[in-house]
Nanobody
Framework: QVQLVESGGGMVQAGGSLRLSCVAS??????????VGWFRQAPGKEREFAAA????????YYADSVKGRFTISTDNAKNTIYLQMNSLKSEDTAVYYC??????????????????WGQGTQVTVSS
């Protein structure tokens, strides 16, 4: 079983930056390479894709709304996935979720691609 724990959320002013972390644990995660992604859900809205990175770390994907501002990265030695968020806007306010899947064959920009989810961390951007 894989467990994902997010941290790094908080409140920031528009134009500021935050870095979210997602620590993965579990015996299979340590041995294997997982596709990982970040999704977000704003109040009253459906969960939406933000960023993803493939299991071999060769490919990254970003939603148009965050492209050029957010960067997804991993530290395999620490089993940690990061989401660096710059130039934050009020519309980035949401609960951010980390997700993982063992070499998913599905589109990594969809929630169906992932088997494991974290509990989420709140990001609030004040204008």
């Amino acid at each position: 079983q894989v467990q994902l724990v997010e941290s790094g959320g908080g409140m920031v002013q528009a134009g500021g930056s935050l870095r979210l972390s997602c620590v993965a644990s579990g015996r299979t995660f340590s041995r294997s390479r997982y596709d990982v992604g970040w999704f977000r859900q704003a109040p009253g809205k459906e969960r939406e894709f933000a960023a993803a990175i493939s299991w071999n770390r060769d490919s990254t994907y970003y939603a148009d709304s965050v492209k050029g501002r957010f960067t997804i990265s991993t530290d395999n030695a620490k089993n940690t996935i990061y989401l660096q968020m710059n130039s934050l806007k009020s519309e980035d306010t949401a609960v951010y979720y980390c997700a993982a899947s063992l070499k998913s064959l599905r589109d990594l920009r969809t929630s169906r691609a992932y088997d494991h989810w974290g509990q989420g961390t709140q990001v609030t951007v004040s204008s």
